[in-house]
């Protein structure tokens, strides 16, 4: 079903009920005297997106705006993702020292824009929207990145971000053109209908694809498009941290698995996908995959400040996810969807309890955790040893599940040298972890550390997600079955 | 009560929780919890012993529901004992219980410790009814997380590291057991995760397969057993670990290693294990044997030295694995439990002289006979056991060790038999200068062992004496099924 604009609208709602909450923020920015409405009216918005998202779900899929955009299901996983991710983004930022310190108008009004990037990075079925929606969410990245005017390091890691992330853009768009010029078209589906034909030269094809995979890789930070990340994220405020690593990598892998399978690829009665024959893009992931793993956990080791240490081992689950990405099939792809939805809880719940302890003592180092436990921070200290055990993917954890699947797609397909990779960097990535649970737990405090007070809000967030991870760790068929029902593609 | 299993494995976590609910100052309160849920696991496996039918080699009181089913993935709540896991069962269960009053002393995070310990309790019991393979994986897993707590709260000076060792090197063995269970998963038409499944598919896989596949779960189990040469972290966490968990830790963790091995490796890959057992567990536990004992030998701290006496007579388990006769793989089930009661023994005497002396030197004592001489009959007792002397539980497994390896690795057996001499040698070495000899001054004050250490260790000594003279009671256990699974390796030697 291919719908004009007018019939596409109602479709839209989710997005411009954004719009509205966006265009709000920034109005009221300029009456609002306490600025904590602005954070309140920004989490209103994104609830009120999610149950519009509730609501258009159960519509029939679609193509939209003259198939720009797409309506289905996969789609409306990844929006639920989105909005879950900003809805937490925003009740840690209500709480952060480094958020309440600067112009939260501005801050709060491009938190919402970043998420409306999002939704349409998901649903893009045509390279230019693509393409824009890419660059949308990468300006907003930006400024959200430098919005600590006061901070040198936070002004440097936008510079950075915005330098590599043009590089990555310009290579991609680049790639697309040469997509264009092969195919005549910039629509998944016709593309898509051109390469089934078999008349490309697979050569061509493959150096445009691997083109445009630069921009792809950048956003969800795999090697060599990772070089941003730990600065970006040891700059960044810790809500934009995690909004980065959790909701902005998650839109790059939707967009990077709408086109490299459905749009490319060709799925066959049994799951299994096949490429197109001489473009063999997975042979080149498959090694960039191990590669990200291993250069993001052997970096890892050696970090001192969280979030630079968090930057690394996201850019490591970055290798894990992309294990699913290779081996061509439904399977993977479920692993893959699974895997986000843990990696959201988890992560989003390892820099709540950074924040935590940098509301309190000002202080992202490793240091700052010794004896944290003994110092009146029981509760952070074992939901960040849940959360970082989980991440290390130990049961009974979600994060273990996330990798059993993960594992379990590859081993089905007879890549043991990528599951061996895989399994020996998680027994590395526990190294790093368990130092943090180390400084926690085992040593004792020196003074000097301070107190670590959480608030009942951000009690109740952490609490959530630690409950969560533990809960998906024992049963996980309602969020499997989900994840199913998730993979339908829809490209008129 | 056919739910046995299940409260066995549940009624400790169930206690866990509800220490977590108490308040942190109410000492008494936590210890007496933890009692009373470790109390109802210890009488139900005196039910399991009494009630177990010996006639049979197969599982019992199997229990099953669906666990995860999406799509084609299926994986179950499927617990069972056999023989083999049902003695394991008993020890896990009696060792726990007498751990708990073994930690009275414990006062530092005493809820923690308590809450920590309870969930190792469950994840153990787990590991030895979980018939199916991710399951066991779960629980296999599970037990880590406290154990690396256990270890680095409340363990010695050298804790963390310690701790952080444990970790890794048993991380490394499950993340190639994990792999391994993905590929018998997928190697089985339709996929399955049941052992009994697998078992019953035995005679199907092709013989690669089944080598990579037993390699794989070799390291992750010789790990935990510990073999040479993946045993290093193991002096590293006993000596540091509180009594208690060294308790723990030897008398429960190191059989899993053994009971991994019998329960999947051999029952799901038996031409693989017949092939491989050989070297892999014959030879490896020779000089497993020699190696320990010469290691425990060169020892100064006591604890260290019973920690290598460990490897040592694990050695004598994996001698008698790899035999493949009736006495022998008999004989290697039995000294589980056996190392099980005697070790447990020997780091709770270890435990009691640290608690008084601060210090575990060998040399540092002199004369502890004179001083405490209660404490001095017992820790004889235990040495005369780990010895292996006639009469003692010990002396029974590894006679039928010897005599099952004798027949099919005569090489073997001559070096594992020469080795009791070594055993002998640093056991009553360290006890003369300990317990003998000129008494040291600065210890004539010493108390004598007091009634709750008396208390931890007179049902193990009991045991201990009881199958020395009468191995019956857990050899009716093992046998039958024991019996089957050599049947079902045989043809392929």
Known sequence: MNLDTTQSLPYLLPELILVATLLTVFVGDLFVRTKDRLGEIALLGTALALVAVSRVAAWPEASLFYRMVTHDQFAVFFKVIFSLATIAVVLMSLTSREVRRSSQGEYYGMLVAGTLGM?????????????????????????????????????????????????????????????????????????????????????????????????????????????????VYQGAPIPVAAFLSVGSKAAGFALLIRFFYPAISHLAANGVWTVLPGTQWPQLVLVLSMITMTLGNLAALSQQNLKRLLAYSSIAHAGYILMGFVVLTNDGLRAMMFYLVTYYLMNIGAF????????????????????????????????????????????????????????????????????????????????????????????????????????????????????????????????????????????? | MSHVLTYMTFIPLAGMVAILCLPRERHDLIKWTAVAATTPPLLLAIWLFAHFDRTQAGFQLMERHTWIAFGSFKAEYLVGVDGISVTMVLLTALLCFICIFASWGINKAVKGYFALFLLLDAGMMGVFVALDFLLFFV?????????????????????????????????VGSALMLLAILALYFYNDPHTLDMT???????????????????????????????????????????????????????????????????????????????????????????????????????????????????????????????????????????????????????????????????????????????????TGVTALAFFAAMGLPGLSAFISEVLVLLGAWQTAPGLTVIAATAVVLTAGYLLWTMQRMYFGQVNEKYVGLPEINGRELFTLMPLGAIVVVLGVYPAPILDLITHSLQNLNHMVLPYL
């Not at chain 1, 290579?171 to 053109?177: A, D, E, K, R, W």
């Not at chain 1, 960097?425 to 926690?440: C, D, E, G, Q, W």
């Not at chain 1, 007070?453 to 009690?459: I, S, T």
């Not at chain 2, 037990?143 to 048993?170: C, Q, S």
Request: include cysteine.
């Open chain 1, 119 to 231: 939704f349409l990075m998901a649903s893009a079925s045509n390279l230019l929207m693509a393409y824009l929606s890419l660059e949308f969410v990468s300006l907003t990245s930006y400024v959200l990145t430098g919005v600590l005017r006061h901070s040198r390091r936070s002004g440097e890691a936008a510079l950075k971000y915005l330098l590599y992330g043009g590089v990555a853009s310009a290579t991609m768009i680049y790639g697309m053109s040469w997509i264009f010029g092969l195919t005549g078209s910039l629509d998944y589906g016709a593309i898509s209908a051109v390469l089934g034909q078999g008349h490309v030269n697979p050569l061509a094809l493959f150096i445009a694809l691997v083109l445009t995979l630069a921009g792809f890789g950048y956003k969800i930070a795999a090697v060599p498009f990772h070089m941003w990340a730990p600065d």
């Open chain 2, 197 to 375: 499944q697998l078992i019953a598919n035995s005679s199907h896989y092709s013989r690669q397969f089944q080598l990579v596949v037993w390699i794989a779960l070799f390291v992750g189990f010789a790990i935990k057993i510990p073999a040479f040469p993946f045993h290093t972290w193991l002096p590293d966490a006993h000596v540091e670990a509180p009594t208690a968990i060294s308790v723990i830790l030897a008398g429960v963790l190191l059989k899993m290693g053994t009971y991994g091995l019998l329960r999947v490796n051999y029952a799901v890959l038996p031409q693989a294990t017949a092939e491989l057992a050989y070297y892999f567990l014959g030879a490896l536990g020779t000089f497993n044997i020699v190696y320990g004992a010469l290691c425990a030998m060169a020892q100064k701290d006591l604890k260290k030295l019973v920690a290598y006496s460990s490897i040592s007579h694990m050695g004598y388990v994996m001698l008698g694995m790899a035999s493949f006769t009736i006495q022998g793989i008999n004989g290697a089930v039995l000294q589980m439990f056996n190392h099980g009661t005697v070790t447990a023994m020997l780091f709770l005497l270890v435990g009691v002289i640290y608690d008084r002396a601060h210090h575990r030197d060998i040399e540092g004592f002199g004369g502890l006979a004179t001083t405490m001489p209660v404490y």
């Open chain 2, 139 to 171: 629980f296999w897993e599970v037990m880590l997380l406290p154990m690396y707590f256990l270890i680095g709260i409340w363990g010695g000076p050298r804790r963390e590291y310690a701790a952080i060792k444990f970790f890794l090197y048993t991380l």
């Open chain 1, 352 to 492: 709540l309890v950074v924040m935590i302890v940098a509301n309190s003592t000002e202080r992202e180092d490793i240091d700052a955790y010794r004896g944290l436990a003994w110092r009146g921070g029981a509760a952070p200290a074992v939901a960040m040893a849940i959360f970082l055990f989980s991440l290390a993917g130990l049961p009974p954890l979600a994060g273990f599940v996330g990798k059993f699947y993960l594992f379990a797609a590859v081993i089905e397909r007879h890549f043991y040298l990528l599951a061996l990779v895989g399994v020996l960097n998680s027994v590395i990535s526990l190294y790093y972890y368990a130092r943090i649970v180390k400084a926690m737990f085992l040593e004792q405090p020196q003074g000097g550390e301070g107190r670590v007070a959480v608030g009942l809000q951000d009690g109740f967030l952490m609490g959530s997600l630690a409950g969560a991870t533990l809960l998906l760790g024992v049963y996980w068929s309602p969020v499997m079955a989900m994840v199913d029902r998730s993979l339908r593609f829809f490209l008129g």
